[in-house]
């Protein structure tokens, strides 16, 4: 699969067919009165886990990611968004509880640096992640030696030097996005299964547990976001049609 864009949409209530994937992009750095408006639509729990940051940069960042979710998952079911109430799975990964809605609807989110992704389908599993490709990494290589697999890494470490850190970090998002996708965060092993990271591959997961994976089991897409940040989108099934917005 090709890289996918993100693009501007009208900014309408929003229906889900079956086989749609839509992908919205948020920027946390906002205005304080769009902070403000966030944080007044938080739940009490979420606000007092703003209150634990430290830094106001991080309460910030939160309040938007926080609030951008309620805000875009309100529009598709058509109510106000500090209505909605979240369960947990035991790793972590958000879902709609029974009480907000009995529509369907999987989501997952992740944020790095300034920015803000959410993954939203009708009915089935879905992960996201996304990376600040400019950040501080001690030892890429060191890194991928201890959490890709074998076969990753023979693909790794015959790159050019120069175009290893992109692919760290395209490998990375994939497999980060897969085990969201799965619910099992890092308890799952990211050597367990292949995806692929050259620059002239397409998205996809390869193996998993050493099996080839079937393509109609799982689709992967690389996304292009604003620059200095890389990210991919994991979900069940195939035949899925990509929309994107910026928020």
């Known amino acids: 699969m090709s890289s996918q864009p993100l693009w501007n949409l009208p900014s309408t209530h929003l229906a889900l067919a079956a086989t749609d994937l839509h992908v919205w992009q948020v920027a946390l750095d906002q205005p304080e009165a ?9 739940s009490a729990d979420e606000r007092a886990r703003v209150d634990r940051f430290h830094f106001d940069r991080d309460r910030r960042r939160y309040i938007v990611a926080r609030g951008g979710l309620r805000s875009i998952i309100g529009r598709y079911l058509d109510l106000a968004p500090e209505r909605l109430t979240f369960d947990y799975g035991s790793q972590g990964k958000p879902r709609l509880s029974p009480v907000s809605s009995q529509t369907p609807l999987h989501f997952n989110v992740a944020h790095s640096h300034e920015l ?23 030892d890429i290589d060191q890194l991928a030696g201890r959490f890709f697999s074998a076969g990753e890494n023979t693909v790794y470490h015959a790159l050019p030097e120069i175009d290893r850190r992109a692919a760290f970090f395209r490998c990375w998002t994939r497999k980060e996005a897969f085990i969201k996708a799965i619910g099992e965060g890092l308890s799952h092993p990211l050597d367990r299964f292949d995806v692929t990271l050259a620059p002239d591959q397409p998205a996809a997961i390869l193996t998993i547990d050493g099996k080839p994976v079937d393509a109609s089991a799982w689709s992967l897409f690389h996304l292009e976001l604003a620059a200095d940040y890389v990210g991919a989108v994991v979900v069940q099934g195939s035949g899925w049609r990509l929309s994107g917005w910026v928020h």
């Open 116 to 138: 803000a992704l959410y993954a939203i389908t009708l009915a089935h599993e879905v992960g996201i992640d996304i990376e600040y490709t400019l950040r501080q990494v001690a």
């Open 34 to 42: 769009s902070v403000a408006r966030f944080r007044a639509i938080l």
